[in-house]
């Protein structure tokens, strides 16, 4: 596929994407509690059942430990649940991470284009005069202040201007 052959961005189909994410994740939540609260009701009701007699729990606890079966299957669907409706709010906050990200990099594009508009009729507006011609003038000699850790002064630095090439220092002290 070209590029010019793909849609246009639309950041409502990602927000749509992470509403589904939500969606799903609260319905994973409750499916994982409710089905650990039924599995567990059920297994607790083992001594109500023929299979009870031969547990050591009589029959007139099986309405107790149906209860207790339901709690703890219900702790266990509740820590499930979470755990697997975390991916999909996950899933859905990157997706809501990357419309922001879109949203902050045009945002950024368009105060980029502002600046360099707002530079270019700064620039149009103040050219610069033409300058008179250059005097040749004596440079004052810069004055050297004395270093506060003692260190040797060093020579002021010129440049070479049109005159014989000058060689760089030797790489490792003559011997």
Known sequence: MAAHDLPDF?????ERFAEGAYRRANAIFTGCVAGGVVLGAIFGA?????????WPIPPAFGFATMLLGALVGGMVGY????????????????????????KNARAMADAMREIHEIHE????IALPAPAPAPTPVQ???????PSPFNLPSLPAL???????QVK????SPPS
């Open 139 to 145: 440079q004052p000699e810069p004055v050297e202040e």
């Open 10 to 14: 639309d950041p409502r189909v990602i």
């Open 46 to 54: 083992t001594p109500l059942t023929p299979l009870g007699e031969s």
């Open 158 to 164: 010129r440049v070479a201007t049109g005159g014989p």
């Open 79 to 102: 820590v499930v649940g979470d755990t697997r409706s975390a991916l999909c709010r996950l899933q859905g906050q990157t997706a809501l991470a990357q419309v922001e990200s879109a």
């Open 168 to 171: 760089p220092p030797p790489l």
């Open 121 to 124: 009729q700064i620039k149009d």
